[in-house]
């Protein structure tokens, strides 16, 4: 499984003869304009999370002709950039919902922010998670009230992924949040078996050095990776 960094929380994902494309705003490499142009793919899935500008970049309409489906979530349906794309190849998506196409089920999460979050099972066998933006927003200039709720909200919903098992997750580590910027992908480790953790969210920083005592919560095994430069490519054993 071949994973290439596009921007932000954006990734193009190859797994055998399936393409998959998230919340690609903006791919300022092409990455995904030279893979839908090879075509040595079976079906091409692209995903977007959430309506926010940084997430849902109408240009992903141009792969139409090559796309077996658009999977939205349900907020983007509200917008006017819908009206660019053919209505018989979008599926909007709500939160705790489920859809299956060819080679994928796709099982959606709530948001701490708007829209969804994803669990995608292939027929290869791997489990894929990206967050969107769901995350621990603590912001250092929020109220009390407002961080105590941000905390509660995240922890409520994580509550429903408790025990999971996945191969990747792509969880935000903003570099915003300052020194709360590991709060929220720490408490998710501890509650969802990952192989591989791939952090987003993070234009304009470097790359992610875990601290020291989020490297005490994860475990030995975890491969972390923190791609800065779009074009970036990773592939990980399991």
């Known amino acids: 499984m071949e994973i290439v960094y596009l921007l932000n ?29 090879k075509g040595n793919f079976e079906h091409l899935y692209i995903f977007v999370s959430h309506a926010h500008f940084d997430h849902f970049g109408t240009h992903i309409r141009a792969y139409a002709p090559q796309t077996s489906r658009y999977i939205f979530s349900n907020d983007i349906k509200h917008t006017k950039r819908i009206k660019m794309f053919p209505s018989d190849l979008v599926t909007f998506i709500k939160k705790y919902s489920e859809w299956e196409g060819d080679g994928i089920k796709v099982t959606t999460y709530d948001s701490t922010d708007v829209g969804v979050s994803f669990l995608i099972e292939t027929a290869s066998g791997k489990k894929i998670f990206h967050a969107g933006d769901f995350n621990w927003w ?24 408790q025990g999971l098992n996945v191969d990747t997750a792509f969880f935000p580590v903003d570099g915003r949040l300052g020194e709360a910027q590991e709060k929220g992908v720490t408490e998710f480790i501890r509650q969802v078996s990952t192989k591989n953790l791939v952090a987003m969210h993070r234009v304009g920083y470097p790359k992610w050095i875990p601290s020291r005592n989020f490297m005490n919560e994860a475990p030995d095994e975890l491969n972390i990776w923190s791609p800065v430069n779009p074009g970036e490519k990773m592939v990980f054993s399991e």
């Open 9 to 37: 929380s954006g990734f193009m994902i190859k797994d055998e003869n399936i393409l998959m494309v998230f919340d690609d705003y903006d791919d300022p490499e092409k990455i995904v304009d030279r893979a839908v142009n």
């Open 138 to 161: 603590h912001w250092e200039n929020d109220t009390p009230e407002q961080i105590a709720l941000a905390e509660k909200s995240f922890k409520k919903q994580l509550k429903k992924m």
